[in-house]
T-cell receptor, first 111, second 114 residues
Framework: NAGVTQTPKFQVLKTGQSMTLQCAQD?????MSWYRQDPGMGLRLIHY???????DQGEVPNGYNVSRSTTEDFPLRLLSAAPSQTSVYFC??????????FGEGSWLTVV | AQSVTQLGSHVSVSEGALVLLRCNYS??????LFWYVQYPNQGLQLLLK??????LVKGINGFEAEFKKSETSFHLTKPSAHMSDAAEYFC????????????FGGGTRLMVKP
């Protein structure tokens, strides 16, 4: 049982480049989300999905796109990377009892 | 709207001393409350959660937290700190509805001195 799998773990981008952070879960969870973690600010919600074909914005959605074509996958796209998007990104899915399962994180640096 | 405040971004204790990490929340409905731990360069691990059952919740690694509605608090404690407890700790709140996401506090970095 792999749980929540994120790739890549580390990435360096140049300003203006685009990229996709991949997230997959094998627990058949309907609810998935993306957070970013910045020092002193905890984790902030970027986008979330309550099921295949349904996505919505969280607290800090600007500069990011998501899609949910399958229950398993929830990729996060950076359209035109900016230094302010340097952060650690966590994908998560919600299981029974409102327990959240986090991926291992993706460390992104935009130069 | 819900929010979480963690008092003290850094807490330092001696090995063997009591650990107390403070968390206050606001929520318009009875909350679900969580504590997560993050070790350097790793993801978040659930320590414990409160879901309206017993107000004193026991978690992993000897940690526990007490839900106090009158004080809107959910402080995390451990009677005796161990060097391996050094990490960052996050308190989080959810309104409990399926699919509603967590709101996190800013985190508290726990340092344990030998």
């Amino acid at each position: 049982n792999a749980g929540v799998t994120q790739t890549p773990k580390f990435q360096v981008l140049k300003t203006g480049q685009s990229m996709t952070l991949q997230c997959a879960q094998d627990m058949n969870h309907e609810y998935m989300s993306w957070y970013r973690q910045d020092p002193g600010m905890g984790l902030r919600l970027i986008h979330y999905s309550v099921g295949a074909g349904i996505t919505d914005q969280g607290e800090v959605p600007n500069g990011y796109n998501v899609s949910r074509s399958t229950t398993e996958d929830f990729p996060l796209r950076l359209l035109s990377a900016a230094p302010s998007q340097t952060s650690v990104y966590f994908c998560a899915s919600i299981g029974s009892g409102n327990t959240i399962y986090f991926g291992e994180g993706s460390w992104l640096t935009v130069v | 709207a819900q929010s979480v405040t963690q008092l003290g971004s850094h807490v330092s204790v001696s090995e063997g001393a009591l650990v107390l990490l403070r968390c206050n929340y606001s929520s318009s409905v009875p909350p679900y409350l969580f504590w997560y731990v993050q070790y350097p360069n790793q993801g978040l691990q659930l320590l414990l959660k409160y879901t309206s059952a017993a107000t004193l919740v026991k978690g992993i690694n000897g940690f526990e937290a007490e839900f106090k509605k009158s004080e809107t608090s959910f402080h995390l404690t451990k009677p005796s700190a161990h060097m391996s407890d050094a990490a960052e700790y996050f308190c989080a709140v959810s309104d409990g509805n399926a699919g509603n996401m967590l709101t996190f506090g800013g985190g508290t970095r726990l340092m344990v001195k030998p």
